[in-house]
C-alpha cells in the first residue's frame, strides 16, 4: 500500500513540533479530543465500580467542552457490551446530548458528502452538525470496536449500538463497511474506506476511519491491497488520520495487524483496542506516518498495562504540523499491580511454605503495602489538578491487583475470603489476588509442552480459572457434534454462532446458523439427487 | 372521586359538536393526532409482516404532517418488546427524526414547568420543544402501556425504551411515575399525576398521563381514592384529557378499569391497550366525560376486534368544544376472520364427518371466500382514498383466520399443511385454521365445569394450544418449588421474576429476586436469633 514521491512526502512533525504558539493560528488550528475504548456499562452491576465508566466518559465530554475543542475522536469500543443495558444507553445518551449540543459555533466546514453513510430512506444527513434540527456544539465522530461491532441482518442491514446514537444525531458514527455474510463473499469485497473531509481556516483534515473486523480479515486485506483508501487528489496538502480498532499485540499468526502495513501518505494512525495508553506519536521504521495508541479510559482488565496513568488527549493540527498533548484522566480509579513469588518471599521473610497463616500474613503485609501505594498515586494527581485550579475530588477506593506465584505451595487459602478483610478500603475485594504456577515440565523427556491439549482441564494441579480459560468454544462445539453426530450442521460456523450468542448477546445466532446450514445441505443434496437422476426435480418434501 | 359543581359542570360536548366551520378559530383550536398501541416490532422475524408495525407508525407520522397538528398524544405501547429489538429502535428514532423535526412553528405554549420529569442530572428539559437545541415540529407525548413499561433498578431508576427516545429529544414521556418496590411501599405511595398543561390561543389544554400498572393496583388506588390529579385551580376553565392504559373489558375481579372512577372533571379519556378501534367518544353512565378507544395500529392477535377497521383520530379541541375525526390507516394489512362449526357445516353441505378430504376441501372453499372478502376490503379502501387524491397502494396480503369447531370429528389434517396450499396468497398461512371443541359435559353429573384444574393438560382432547393456553406460571413454580424444597424463596416472588424474565426480557430478575429473598430470610433469622438470645449480634457469615 506505500506509494512514493518526491518532496512532499517529508515526515509529518512529531509531537511538540507545533512551532506556534497556543493563538498564533488558531483560526486555521483544528483541536481535536482523541480518547477511545471508553467501554461504558462496563462492569455495571459492581456496587464499588458500576458508574466508573460512565463517570470517566462524562469527565472526557467536560474536557471537550473546557478546551474548546472543535470535534471528538473516538477510536472504537464506545460500549463494553454489544447490547449496552438500558441504563447504559439512556446516560450515554443523556451526557452526549448535555455536553455536545449547544450554541458554540461550529468552526470546522464538511467538505465531504453529509449523505456518505446516512440512514437509508431517511432525509437528514449523517453529520449530525449539517442537520439543520440540531443545534451542535461539538460533534463526535467515531468507529466501532470488538465489543460493539454491527450484528443482524435486518431490514436495515448490521446494526451497532453507536447506530442508536447516529441515528439519534448525537455522534458521527464513521468506518461502517458492509460486513460480508460469509468469507467467499469477502474475498470479493475488500475494504473501502471513504474520508471524512474537514476544513478549518486553511487547514484541511482527513479522517479515514475503518471499524473493526476480525484481525485475520484485515491482515488479509491489506497484504492483499485491497483496503482502498478514497483520498483526494491533492491529499498531501491534507492531515491524513486513520483511526482503527484491532489488535497491535500480536496474538498469534495474522492474530494482529502490522504497524508498517498502511498508506504511506498518512500522517498519523489513531490505534484503538489497545488498553495501555501510548498516546505520545511512536515512529514505526520506514514510515512517514506515527501511530498514536490513547488506551481505554476504564480497566477492562487487571493487567500490568491498565495500571498506567489514563489519559486522553488534545491533538491540535495546523496544516501538516501537529502538536499531541495527554490530558490526565482525573476520575479513573488508581491502580497498583505487582507480583511476589512464594518461594522466593519465603526465603527472605524466613517463614515456612507449608505455614498457611504465615503466608497469608505476607500477603495482607503486600496487599497494604499497594494500598498505600495506590493512595499516594491519587492523592498525587488530585493535589496537581487542585494546584492547577480544579475542584478536589474525594478520594476513590483502589484497584489493587497481586499476583502470587505459589510454587511449591501445597495449599493455598480462599483469595475471596482473603479480599474480604480489606472490604471497604480497595475496589476489587474478591479479586484482589491471582495464583499461578510456574509451568511443570513435561514427564516424557523434560520438555517444557507448549501445545497443551485444549481440554486438559482434568490437571488437579490448575486452578478452576486456569482449566476455564483453556476450554476453546470450537473445542466443546467439535466434541459435541461429533456425540449428536450432527457434524453437518458445520463446526465452524455453529462455533462462530455459539460466540455471537454468546459475546453479543444475539439470540437468533444459533437459529440463524441451523436455518443457513440446513439450506446450504438441502441444496447440496438436491444438486447430488439430479446428478445420479434418483432425485425429484422439485425438490425433497 | 367523583365531585358536584355548578353550572360549570357542562358536560363536554359530543361528537362533532364542535360546532365551528373547520378555520373559524383556527388560532384558538388544539389539533392533535390521537393513536396508540403501535406495536412497533410486532412478528419482526416474520418474512410477510415483519414491517407492518413499522410502516403502520410511518403512516400515522406522515398523516400527522398532512393534517398539520399541534402534537401527537399515544397512549402506550409503542413498542411491543419490553426490550426492542436493534432494529426496531433504530427505525423508530429515525421515524421520529425525520417527521417531528422540522421548522414547523410550534403554536401550543406549555404552561406547566418544563423540567418535570426531566433525566436527573442533567440541564436539558423533560419536553422536546423547550430544548433551544432541537429543531421540533410536532411535538409527540406518550405514556408507556404494559408492553414497554419501565423495568429495572439502576442509578437512573427503572427505565423503558420510551425513555430511550425521551432522553434523545424525541419524544415527550409522561405518565411515569415511581413503581413501588413492594405491595407495602405501593400501600402507601397511591398515583400522582402532574398534567401537562398547553394553551393554544384562548383555549387551555390539560394532559394526564397515567402509564400503565397493573389492573389490580390501578383498581385498588381508584376505589381508595388515591389516584391525586394535581388540577389547576380553574380546572373547568380547562380542557382535560385523561390517557390511560389499562384493561377495559373486565377479565376478573379486579383485572379491569370500571369505566366510571375517574374524576368527573375530565372531559375526555383517551384510552389504550384495547384493540378494537372505538374511536368516537363513548358515554359513561353518570360521567360528564367519555371515553375514546382508538385501538391498535396492528393486529397482534387474529381476534375478532381486530379484525374492525384500523383508524387514528383527528382530535379538535376549542376551548371546552371537541371534534373526533377518524383517519382510517391505509396500509394496515386487511383481515377477515369467520367461525364454522363442521357438524353444521356437513349436514347443510351434505359431507361425511369422517371425511378428512371432504372437510379439508370444505374449508379451503372457506377459506378462498374469505380472501376475495379482504382483497375487496382492501380494493374498496384503496379505492376511496385514490379517489380523495391520495396514490395508489399496492395490495397487501391479507390475514384470514376461521375458526373451526370441530366437535364431533375424531380426526383432522395438519392445520399448517393445510395453510401451505394458501402460500403468496395470505399473510399468515400457518395459522389460518384454529379447531376448538364444544365443552364436553362433566362426567359427575352433566354440571359444566368452569374451575378446570390448571395442569390439567394431559386430557387428549386439547389440542397443544389448549393445553399451553392452560399452563399457569405459578402453578409451575409452586411444583417445582414444593419438589425442590425451595419454598423458602417465596412463590410469589419468584412467579414475578419469572415472569419479568421471559415478558420484559429482563436477564437479571431471578437473580435480583433471590438476593433480596435471601436478605429478608437473613434478617427474619437474625430477628429470630436475637429474640431466643442464640444468634450473634454481628450477624452471620
Same mark, same amino acid.
Given at each position: 500500500?506505500?506509494?512514493?514521491?518526491?518532496?512532499?512526502?517529508?515526515?509529518?512533525?512529531?509531537?511538540?513540533?507545533?512551532?506556534?504558539?497556543?493563538?498564533?493560528?488558531?483560526?486555521?488550528?483544528?483541536?481535536?479530543?482523541?480518547?477511545?475504548?471508553?467501554?461504558?456499562?462496563?462492569?455495571?452491576?459492581?456496587?464499588?465500580?458500576?458508574?466508573?465508566?460512565?463517570?470517566?466518559?462524562?469527565?472526557?465530554?467536560?474536557?471537550?467542552?473546557?478546551?474548546?475543542?472543535?470535534?471528538?475522536?473516538?477510536?472504537?469500543?464506545?460500549?463494553?457490551?454489544?447490547?449496552?443495558?438500558?441504563?447504559? @444507553?439512556?446516560?450515554?445518551?443523556?451526557?452526549?446530548?448535555?455536553?455536545?449540543?449547544?450554541?458554540?459555533?461550529?468552526?470546522?466546514?464538511?467538505?465531504?458528502?453529509?449523505?456518505?453513510?446516512?440512514?437509508? $430512506?431517511?432525509?437528514?444527513?449523517?453529520?449530525? *452538525?449539517?442537520?439543520?434540527?440540531?443545534?451542535?456544539?461539538?460533534?463526535?465522530?467515531?468507529?466501532?470496536?470488538?465489543?460493539?461491532?454491527?450484528?443482524?441482518?435486518?431490514?436495515?442491514?448490521?446494526?451497532?449500538?453507536?447506530?442508536?446514537?447516529?441515528?439519534?444525531?448525537?455522534?458521527?458514527?464513521?468506518?461502517?463497511?458492509?460486513?460480508?455474510?460469509?468469507?467467499?463473499?469477502?474475498?470479493?469485497? =475488500?475494504?473501502?474506506?471513504?474520508?471524512?473531509? @474537514?476544513?478549518?481556516?486553511?487547514?484541511?483534515?482527513?479522517?479515514?476511519?475503518?471499524?473493526?473486523?476480525?484481525?485475520?480479515?484485515?491482515?488479509?486485506?491489506?497484504?492483499?491491497?485491497?483496503?482502498? #483508501?478514497?483520498?483526494?487528489?491533492?491529499?498531501?496538502?491534507?492531515?491524513?488520520?486513520? @483511526?482503527?480498532?484491532?489488535?497491535?499485540?500480536?496474538?498469534?499468526?495474522?492474530?494482529?495487524?502490522?504497524?508498517? #502495513?498502511?498508506?504511506?501518505?498518512?500522517?498519523?494512525?489513531?490505534?484503538?483496542?489497545?488498553?495501555?495508553?501510548?498516546?505520545?506519536?511512536?515512529?514505526?521504521?520506514?514510515?512517514? *506516518?506515527?501511530?498514536?495508541?490513547?488506551?481505554?479510559?476504564?480497566?477492562?482488565?487487571? =493487567?500490568?498495562?491498565?495500571?498506567?496513568?489514563?489519559?486522553?488527549?488534545?491533538?491540535?493540527?495546523?496544516?501538516?504540523?501537529?502538536?499531541?498533548?495527554?490530558?490526565?484522566?482525573?476520575?479513573?480509579?488508581?491502580?497498583?499491580?505487582?507480583?511476589?513469588?512464594?518461594?522466593?518471599?519465603?526465603?527472605?521473610?524466613?517463614?515456612?511454605?507449608?505455614?498457611?497463616?504465615?503466608?497469608?500474613?505476607?500477603?495482607?503485609?503486600?496487599?497494604?503495602?499497594?494500598?498505600?501505594?495506590?493512595?499516594?498515586?491519587?492523592?498525587?494527581?488530585?493535589?496537581?489538578?487542585?494546584?492547577?485550579?480544579?475542584?478536589?475530588?474525594?478520594?476513590?477506593?483502589?484497584?489493587?491487583?497481586?499476583?502470587?506465584?505459589?510454587? =511449591?505451595?501445597?495449599?493455598?487459602?480462599?483469595?475471596?475470603?482473603?479480599?474480604?478483610?480489606?472490604?471497604?478500603?480497595?475496589?476489587?475485594?474478591?479479586?484482589? @489476588?491471582?495464583?499461578?504456577?510456574?509451568?511443570?515440565?513435561?514427564?516424557?523427556? $523434560?520438555?517444557?509442552?507448549?501445545?497443551?491439549?485444549?481440554?486438559?482441564?482434568?490437571?488437579?494441579?490448575?486452578?478452576?480459572?486456569?482449566?476455564?480459560?483453556?476450554?476453546?468454544?470450537?473445542?466443546?462445539?467439535?466434541? *459435541?457434534?461429533?456425540?449428536?453426530? #450432527?457434524?453437518?450442521?458445520?463446526?465452524?460456523?455453529?462455533?462462530?454462532?455459539?460466540?455471537?450468542?454468546?459475546?453479543?448477546?444475539?439470540?437468533?445466532?444459533?437459529?440463524?446458523?441451523?436455518?443457513?446450514?440446513?439450506?446450504?445441505?438441502?441444496?447440496?443434496?438436491?444438486?447430488?439427487?439430479?446428478?445420479?437422476?434418483?432425485?425429484?426435480?422439485?425438490? *425433497?418434501?
Amino acid at each position: 500500500m506505500s506509494d512514493s514521491e518526491g518532496d512532499s512526502r517529508r515526515p509529518p512533525s512529531p509531537l511538540g513540533a507545533l512551532n506556534t504558539d497556543d493563538n498564533a493560528f488558531p483560526e486555521d488550528t483544528f483541536r481535536i479530543l482523541v480518547a477511545t475504548d471508553n467501554h461504558i456499562g462496563y462492569n455495571e452491576r459492581d456496587p464499588i465500580r458500576g458508574q466508573d465508566s460512565i463517570n470517566t466518559f462524562r469527565e472526557i465530554l467536560q474536557l471537550a467542552v473546557k478546551h474548546d475543542v472543535d470535534f471528538i475522536l473516538l477510536a472504537g469500543d464506545l460500549f463494553h457490551e454489544n447490547r449496552p443495558s438500558r441504563d447504559t @444507553l439512556y446516560q450515554t445518551l443523556a451526557l452526549l446530548r448535555e455536553y455536545t449540543l449547544g450554541d458554540r459555533p461550529i468552526q470546522i466546514e464538511l467538505l465531504s458528502d453529509p449523505q456518505e453513510g446516512k440512514a437509508a $430512506g431517511f432525509s437528514f444527513p449523517a453529520v449530525n *452538525y449539517e442537520d439543520p434540527n440540531l443545534n451542535v456544539s461539538i460533534p463526535v465522530f467515531s468507529i466501532h470496536g470488538n465489543h460493539d461491532d454491527p450484528q443482524g441482518a435486518g431490514p436495515q442491514g448490521a446494526l451497532c449500538a453507536l447506530d442508536m446514537l447516529s441515528v439519534s444525531g448525537l455522534i458521527n458514527y464513521m468506518g461502517k463497511f458492509d460486513l460480508p455474510i460469509d468469507d467467499a463473499e469477502a474475498q470479493n469485497t =475488500g475494504i473501502a474506506i471513504k474520508p471524512v473531509l @474537514l476544513r478549518k481556516g486553511n487547514s484541511k483534515l482527513a479522517l479515514y476511519g475503518v471499524g473493526n473486523v476480525k484481525d485475520q480479515r484485515m491482515h488479509f486485506e491489506l497484504r492483499s491491497n485491497r483496503v482502498r #483508501m478514497f483520498m483526494p487528489k491533492d491529499k498531501n496538502k491534507w492531515f491524513n488520520i486513520l @483511526l482503527l480498532h484491532q489488535n497491535r499485540v500480536p496474538h498469534g499468526p495474522q492474530q494482529s495487524v502490522p504497524e508498517g #502495513m498502511f498508506d504511506n501518505s498518512l500522517d498519523l494512525v489513531i490505534w484503538g483496542h489497545e488498553h495501555d495508553c501510548r498516546i505520545s506519536p511512536e515512529i514505526v521504521a520506514g514510515k512517514r *506516518y506515527r501511530i498514536c495508541q490513547p488506551g481505554s479510559s476504564v480497566a477492562t482488565s487487571l =493487567g500490568e498495562g491498565e495500571s498506567i496513568e489514563k489519559c486522553v488527549a488534545l491533538l491540535e493540527v495546523q496544516d501538516k504540523e501537529y502538536r499531541m498533548t495527554p490530558i490526565p484522566l482525573r476520575t479513573v480509579r488508581p491502580f497498583v499491580v505487582d507480583d511476589v513469588c512464594l518461594e522466593v518471599a519465603a526465603e527472605k521473610e524466613g517463614f515456612d511454605l507449608g505455614d498457611k497463616m504465615a503466608i497469608t500474613k505476607f500477603l495482607k503485609k503486600k496487599v497494604e503495602q499497594l494500598i498505600v501505594r495506590a493512595n499516594e498515586q491519587w492523592d498525587e494527581r488530585n493535589a496537581k489538578a487542585v494546584a492547577e485550579g480544579e475542584t478536589e475530588l474525594p478520594r476513590m477506593l483502589p484497584l489493587i491487583r497481586l499476583k502470587v506465584d505459589t510454587t =511449591g505451595v501445597s495449599e493455598m487459602s480462599n483469595p475471596v475470603r482473603f479480599g474480604q478483610e480489606f472490604q471497604g478500603r480497595l475496589a476489587n475485594p474478591r479479586d484482589v @489476588l491471582v495464583f499461578h504456577r510456574a509451568k511443570r515440565s513435561n514427564k516424557s523427556g $523434560g520438555k517444557v509442552t507448549t501445545d497443551e491439549p485444549e481440554l486438559s482441564i482434568d490437571d488437579p494441579s490448575l486452578t478452576t480459572a486456569e482449566k476455564l480459560a483453556r476450554v476453546r468454544v470450537h473445542t466443546l462445539v467439535h466434541e *459435541y457434534l461429533a456425540a449428536q453426530e #450432527m457434524q453437518l450442521l458445520g463446526e465452524a460456523g455453529m462455533s462462530d454462532a455459539i460466540e455471537l450468542f454468546v459475546d453479543k448477546d444475539d439470540t437468533h445466532a444459533i437459529e440463524s446458523h441451523v436455518q443457513v446450514a440446513l439450506k446450504a445441505l438441502m441444496k447440496g443434496v438436491q444438486k447430488k439427487g439430479r446428478r445420479v437422476r434418483r432425485g425429484r426435480p422439485g425438490g *425433497y418434501r
